[in-house]
Every structure is written in structure tokens, then in C-alpha cells.
């Protein structure tokens, strides 16, 4: 079991270009996830897919769009990337978003914007 | 909604000491609480939670107590290891909710042989 995973692993973009970062898990879990970590700021979430087929906005979703490909595959798009967006990627996966869930998180993308 | 703050943010200890690290949350709604350890280079992994109705739960050299009416809860390392070394956030959550995770800011721990 790889668990989740996430490409790239670094990326360098220049403002206003745009990405896709992919994101796959192989635990048959139905919900998937996507945070940002900054320093001192901790991870906050972007976007979440409760289950195939949905997504929903977290905390701080501006500036990204979400596709819940499949159950495996959960990928993260910035349109036209900002300085603001420079960070680290995480996604993560859990059995549902029910009471209790364990997240399991990738191993993160970390992304600069010049 | 509800906020997560953690202290320290750094610190450092002798191999063989004890480790707190503390939170405090403002949702008195919340009832979840995971903690989670961050090597370099790696994602965050669960290592302990405790859920609002348990006062204390323990897994060998970790504990985590939760003291509902001050709104606090700490992570207790004991017998600190090397391997100990590592970034660590606590987080809240009404209802257990994965979608509304709420993490601290991070308290990156060093022990030192």
C-alpha cells in the first residue's frame, strides 16, 4: 500500500501561470482533502470531497478549483497563480468525514510563485 | 468558528525528559481532539486524539489530557527519544467532522541526546 500520494513534489511557477497537483489514495477511502501549510499559520483546508462526486469550499478556497476525478484521484488546480499561493501542499484521505475519522496525508507539494 | 492556539511554538529538550505541549480552543461545541507528528520532509501522521467525553488517554510514553471547562488540552511526551524530534499540531473539531478540522499553529520539538 503506497497510501497517498501526491505530484509533483516541487514545483517553481511564475505569477499567472497555472498547475494541477495530483493527488491519488489507494485505501478505498471516501473522502479526500486538500490544506495549505504556511509558517506560524499551521495547515488550513482549501477544498474537500466528502465523497464521489462532491466537493465542497474550506477555509480558504479562493483561487483554486477542486476535481474529484474518481474515488482514487482528487487533484488541486490554481487558474493563474499568485505569490499568496506560495506554500505547502498536503492531501490527505479518510474513511468518511463522520465522527472520528483518521486523515492520512500525503507526503506534500511545495509549490513556489515567483 | 472555532480557533486553535498552541505553545510553544519551539522546544527543546534533554533525551529522557518530559515534553507539554499545550492548546486552547474557543468552540465549547468541539469534541475531537487529534494531535498529530510531522518529520521533515513528510506529511502529518495521527498519533493520539482523545474525544470530549475522556478527561485523559494515554499509548505508552504519550498522553493527552482535555480540561473542557477551561477549554485546554496538552500533549504529554515522557521519556523523550531522539526519534521524538519532530513538528507537532493539535486540532479541534465539532462533532468529530474531518471537514472541520481546526489545527494549531505548530510546536516543533527538539531533543537533544
Known amino acids: ?114 | 468558528g472555532e480557533n486553535v492556539e498552541q505553545h510553544p511554538s519551539t522546544l527543546s529538550v534533554q533525551e529522557g525528559d518530559s515534553a507539554v505541549i499545550k492548546c486552547t480552543y474557543s468552540d465549547s461545541a468541539s469534541n475531537y481532539f487529534p494531535w498529530y507528528k510531522q518529520e521533515l520532509g513528510k506529511g502529518p501522521q495521527l498519533i493520539i486524539d482523545i474525544r470530549s467525553n475522556v478527561g485523559e488517554k494515554k499509548d505508552q510514553r504519550i498522553a493527552v489530557t482535555l480540561n473542557k471547562t477551561a477549554k485546554h488540552f496538552s500533549l504529554h511526551i515522557t521519556e523523550t527519544q531522539p526519534e521524538d524530534s519532530a513538528v507537532y499540531f493539535c486540532a479541534g473539531s465539532r462533532a468529530g467532522g474531518a471537514d472541520k478540522l481546526i489545527f494549531g499553529t505548530g510546536t516543533r520539538l527538539q531533543v537533544f541526546p
Open chain 1, 1 to 114: 500500500n503506497a497510501g497517498v500520494t501526491q505530484t509533483p513534489k516541487f514545483q517553481v511557477l511564475k505569477t499567472g501561470q497555472s498547475m494541477t497537483l495530483q493527488c491519488a489514495q489507494d485505501m478505498n477511502h471516501n473522502s479526500m482533502y486538500w490544506y495549505r501549510q504556511d509558517p506560524g499559520m499551521g495547515l488550513r483546508l482549501i477544498y474537500y470531497s466528502a465523497s464521489e462526486g462532491t466537493t465542497d469550499k474550506g477555509e480558504v478556497p479562493n483561487g483554486y478549483n477542486v476535481s474529484r476525478l474518481n474515488k482514487r484521484e482528487f487533484s488541486l488546480r490554481l487558474e493563474s497563480a499568485a505569490p499568496s499561493q506560495t506554500s505547502v501542499y498536503f492531501c490527505a484521505s479518510s474513511y468518511g468525514t463522520g465522527a472520528y475519522n483518521e486523515q492520512f496525508f500525503g507526503p506534500g507539494t511545495r509549490l513556489t510563485v515567483l
